[in-house]
Nanobody, 124 residues
């Protein structure tokens, strides 16, 4: 059974930092593209960052220079380090996985497995 379990969300003030984790089980971790997505109330889900099987990373323009995606294959864990947070980053953050070689892409519809999400709230 495939499971993706996020943690690390919380409430911070603007300018603060959080590090999200996503523990993956039930699939061959090394073969999967992994990504973080977020959805704010009343908004569409948007891609935040992706990391492919060769550790190449891509980011949304809105988070470049502030967020860092990484993974630990031994621990089967995906991370998202978020620095200099702003209220606009408030959302439910979810991790996702898709079996794919090469560039991951950032279309949510292409990702097959999803976690339930962890809430990030940034106050001004």
């Amino acid at each position: 059974q495939v499971q993706l379990a996020e943690s690390g969300g919380g409430s911070v003030h603007a300018g603060g930092s959080l590090k999200l984790s996503c523990v993956v089980s039930g699939l061959p971790f090394a073969d999967y593209c992994l990504g973080w997505f977020r959805q704010a109330p009343g908004m569409e889900r948007e891609a935040v960052a992706q990391i492919d099987i060769d550790d190449r990373t891509t980011y949304a323009e809105s988070v470049k220079g502030r967020f860092t995606i990484s993974k630990d294959s031994a621990e089967k864990t995906l991370y998202l380090q978020m620095n200099n947070l702003s209220p606009e980053d408030t959302a439910l953050y979810s991790c996702a996985a898709v079996l794919r070689a090469g560039i991951c892409g950032d279309r949510a519809a292409d990702f097959h497995y999803w976690g339930r999400g962890t809430q990030v709230t940034v106050s001004s």
